[in-house]
């Protein structure tokens, strides 16, 4: 499973961005697909997550309200719209996948499927 997210790029403060990150057909079931990002010197932390059977969205409290997470299933493609960005969202921003459903989707270690991460660089 293939999970390279893209969208990345150099934003300023209070720009709007949307990454993407491609959805397998081979995934079936009631799975997760998380959100993480990792600032310079930071470990990962969690960002967001969509059980995709429910649809249902989770967001770590410091985005909520400025990121949204989407999907569009003819283009099998999730997306995590991010917008008032701020420095602090400086950083690689993954997309991960879990084999199974999971209501731990903060928990990194959950997540079995990994992209290379695209990089995000706020400037004020």
């Known amino acids: 499973v293939q999970l390279q997210a893209s969208g990345g790029g150099m934003v300023q403060v209070g720009d709007s961005l949307r990454l993407s990150c491609p959805t397998s057909a081979r995934l079936t079931g009631n799975y997760v697909i998380g959100w993480f990002r990792q600032a310079p010197g930071k470990e990962r932390e969690f960002v967001g997550a969509m059980t995709w059977r429910s649809g249902n969205t989770y967001y770590a409290d410091f985005v909520k309200g400025r990121f949204t997470i989407s999907r569009d299933d003819a283009k099998n493609l999730v997306y995590l719209q991010m917008s008032s960005v701020k420095p602090d969202d400086t950083a690689v921003y993954y997309c991960?996948?879990?084999?199974?459903?999971?209501?731990?989707?903060?928990?990194?270690?959950?997540?079995?499927?990994w992209g290379q991460g695209t990089l995000v660089t706020v400037s004020s």
């Open positions: 991960a996948h879990t084999n199974a459903y999971t209501p731990y989707y903060y928990q990194d270690y959950r997540y079995t499927y």
